[in-house]
Each structure stands twice: as C-alpha cells, then as structure tokens.
C-alpha cells in the first residue's frame, strides 16, 4: 500500500464533499448541497493525482482502492456518526440481544455434544 499525503486544502475539500453527502444531512436546499468552485477545483487537482498514479504504477486495468483515513472502515463509522450508531444499537437491542443468546445456545449445544 501507498500512502499519499494531502495539503490541509485538499483535506478540507474532502471533508466539505463528504459532509454534503451524509444521511443525516436535513432540511437543506439542493443548492446549499453543491460543492463550492473552490472546492470543486481543489477536488479536480485530488482526482488528477490519483489518476497519475495509477497511470504510474500502471494499475488501470487493477483499479485501486482509496481510503482517505487511517482509521479502519469498522472504526469510522463509529468516530464519524457515533450518535448515529447508537440510534441503531437502541432500536436494535432486542434483536442483537436475541442473536447473541441464540449463539451462546449453540455453543453450549456444541460443547454438550462434544
């Protein structure tokens, strides 16, 4: 793996591109929700040094995958909408209770077999 650094600018653009895109992101206009032309532009500049180095590293036809934290996915999600995924969790909890219980079942199902 590859790591690429960003300026604070190119960061910055990101996170105002993704934040635009989130779920929970409600009751604003569809034009509030467009990039900015600086944003815009700085995003062209992230998408062109992404395409050289495919170009360089000669991956076009492998594809690449970009990750734009150090964070795990799984850790993410929790760091970037933890009130979010605490929601689910609550509106969950029988269910996810429920399906630990039925695991705790058939592990003690197999430790009577053995």
Do not use: W
Request: with cysteine; glycine share 0%.
């Amino acid at each position: 793996s590859t790591i690429v650094n960003c300026s604070k600018e190119e960061i910055h653009a990101i996170k105002n591109a993704c934040d635009m895109n989130r779920d929970d992101v409600v009751n604003v206009d569809e034009d509030e929700k467009k990039l900015s032309p600086p944003d815009a532009a700085v995003l062209e500049k992230v998408a062109e040094k992404i395409q050289t180095f495919i170009a360089d590293h000669h991956l076009s036809d492998q594809g690449i995958f970009v990750r734009f934290s150090h964070r795990s996915p799984k850790d993410a999600v929790l760091k970037i909408n933890q009130d979010r995924f605490n929601k689910i969790v609550e509106a969950n909890a029988e269910t996810i209770y429920a399906c630990q219980r039925n695991v705790e079942k058939l592990d003690e199902q197999k430790l009577d077999a053995a």
